[in-house]
């Protein structure tokens, strides 16, 4: 067949009437991201190229598949000759009660980023949190157990993923910030048995706090590493979920987010004197770690890497 390269949005109609949208497309469709948004999304850019370049015979496609069509989206999925797909906003927490089968990233986190069908089974994985810690290793030159995290989002698939991989890395300390405070107290309840051993004397090292400015202030004096989780600030004319009154030239502030413009967390990071990094090295590491668990094999990071520029 000629090849047909796609770059084309497909949505949960296309996936129901899969081998009529899918018809010309060469190499087959066997690879996607779902999410809303999700035009956005540099994921079938890197994986495309790796899938080149390894020789394998298949695209990765976006799928803008809305909060209450996960559910259907998943069950046409399982019927498709896929490979595996990845989640992004807003789907990781939910398709972890919509899996077969979790493996150990995703169950311990509740939240599942990358999913690889077998037997017509999806099995779910959470590469975020690992995707994380080689990141701000490449960025900052610095491991997050040696680091005073605080996770902005911790409420969201993301936010849990990275709180989660900072605890199993023994990070020194943890603060945990979400609009919905709740969410960040329940999730500190669940990592609190990584933070029990003896400490010597200072701030508390594992605490859900509030999302306010004075809070916020007294937290930031004892904290390296600031982490924004939310989407907020992906669009430039939003708030910065940090001001930068509140930042200082020691803190490292990593966005999760990335885009064709600096969000405003890192221009308040700019303002501030302080060093700043976007989502895009997470992107590349949770692809390159997602690519592993579809074929087996190690990811070629460097034309991944190459993709982005
Ligand atoms: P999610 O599960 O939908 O979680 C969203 C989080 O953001 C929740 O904690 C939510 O708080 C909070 N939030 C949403 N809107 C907000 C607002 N207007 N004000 C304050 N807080 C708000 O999303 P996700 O999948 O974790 O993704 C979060 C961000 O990380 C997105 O920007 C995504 O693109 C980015 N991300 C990047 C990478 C990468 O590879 N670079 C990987 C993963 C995610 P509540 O709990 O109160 O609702």
Known sequence: MKEKRTTERYTLADLENWSEAARDV???????????????????QIQNAALRACGIEAQYARFHIRAHELRSALRFLRDLDFVGVNLTVP????AFAQIDQADE???????????????????GFDTDGEGFVRSIRSEFSVDVRDLRVLIVGAGGGTGHAIAWQCALENCERLVLVNRTYEKAQALAERLRPYFAGPRVLG??????????????????????????????????????????????????VFDCAYGPSKSSLLRSADEAGARGANGLPMLLHQGA???????????PIEVMRAALR
């Open 289 to 299: 770690l997602s690519f592993s668990i579809w074929f087996g094999c190690e990811a």
């Open 105 to 123: 990233s995703a169950s311990r986190v509740g939240a599942v980023n990358t999913i690889r069908l077998r037997d017509k089974k999806l099995i």
């Open 203 to 252: 701030p508390v090292a594992l605490e859900a706090t509030a999302w306010d400015e004075t809070a916020l202030r007294a937290q930031l004096a004892d904290i390296d590493l600031v982490v924004n989780a939310t989407p907020l600030g992906m669009n430039p004319s939003e708030p910065t979920p940090i001001p930068a009154r509140l930042l200082a030239p020691h803190h490292m």
């Open 26 to 44: 060469y190499p087959p469709i066997r690879l996607g991201v779902f999410g809303d948004p999700v035009a956005h999304s540099l994921s079938p």
């Open 91 to 94: 789907h990781k927490i939910a």
